[in-house]
């Protein structure tokens, strides 16, 4: 299993990227949204892979992040959902929009994606409902960026508090997370801080 490729990006296309490494062109498909967030051709990368072995065919997926690939493999396993419609799905909708659609049971917002119908949607959040929590979504930036959650007074806990807070006054599980994933929160803060930063974030929303 290649679990990363990391080397010089050669080619950007519609929905897949060619990446060199050690004199070699790996094809990968990867979603648009992750596409739109890569650099200009020439400049290094590394891409979080998954290969799908077919009978005439060996095909490479990438994704920025293990948290997005996990996304992805998670997608895979939801009944009539294979990778062609899994990646469909990750460039219609960003990751973690789709983990905020999945935790709010919003299967309107998943139906959009194409070849995804309202039944469909239904029976991913479904299956996915209980795989996926708060705590990992606000986790990922820190993945993202390589820093270290906080655990005392900061993330994981005081964040997942203000959400659990957020949603106690009457907002939705994604309009909550999304807020407080806008607060840049500190191992000094407490989950009151963090509730009070992302209700002024709210009122832009």
């Given at each position: 299993?290649?679990?990363y490729i990391r080397?010089?990006l050669?080619?950007?296309e519609?929905?897949?990227?060619?990446?060199?490494?050690?004199?070699?062109?790996?094809?990968?498909?990867?979603?648009?949204s992750?596409l739109?967030?890569l650099p200009?051709?020439?400049?290094?990368?590394?891409?979080?892979?998954?290969?799908?072995?077919?009978?005439?065919?060996l095909n490479?997926?990438?994704?920025?992040?293990?948290?997005?690939?996990?996304?992805?493999k998670?997608?895979?396993?939801?009944?009539?959902?294979?990778?062609?419609?899994a990646?469909?799905?990750?460039?219609?909708?960003?990751?973690?929009?789709?983990?905020?659609?999945?935790?709010?049971?919003d299967a309107?917002?998943?139906?959009?994606?194409?070849g995804?119908?309202?039944?469909t949607a239904?029976?991913l959040?479904?299956?996915?409902?209980?795989?996926?929590?708060v705590e990992?979504?606000l986790m990922?930036d820190q993945e993202e960026?390589?820093t270290?959650p906080?655990?005392?007074?900061?993330?994981?806990?005081a964040g997942k508090?203000?959400?659990?807070a957020?949603?106690?006054?009457?907002y939705?599980?994604?309009?909550?997370?999304?807020?407080?994933?806008?607060?840049?929160?500190?191992?000094?803060?407490?989950?009151?801080?963090?509730?009070?930063?992302?209700?002024?974030h709210?009122?832009?929303f």
């Amino acid at each position: 299993m290649i679990s990363y490729i990391r080397g010089i990006l050669a080619e950007k296309e519609e929905d897949q990227i060619v990446v060199e490494a050690s004199s070699i062109g790996y094809e990968i498909h990867v979603p648009l949204s992750f596409l739109e967030e890569l650099p200009p051709v020439g400049e290094e990368v590394r891409i979080y892979t998954y290969l799908q072995v077919k009978e005439d065919a060996l095909n490479l997926f990438g994704f920025r992040s293990r948290q997005d690939l996990k996304m992805f493999k998670q997608l895979l396993g939801v009944n009539g959902i294979g990778p062609k419609g899994a990646l469909g799905l990750l460039s219609a909708m960003r990751p973690d929009d789709l983990r905020l659609a999945v935790i709010s049971g919003d299967a309107k917002a998943i139906s959009k994606a194409p070849g995804i119908g309202l039944k469909t949607a239904q029976r991913l959040i479904l299956d996915l409902k209980d795989k996926i929590s708060v705590e990992e979504i606000l986790m990922t930036d820190q993945e993202e960026t390589g820093t270290t959650p906080v655990r005392t007074g900061g993330l994981p806990d005081a964040g997942k508090e203000a959400v659990d807070a957020l949603t106690a006054l009457g907002y939705s599980a994604m309009e909550a997370t999304k807020a407080v994933r806008q607060v840049e929160i500190t191992g000094q803060m407490t989950a009151e801080d963090v509730l009070k930063a992302s209700l002024r974030h709210l009122s832009f929303f």
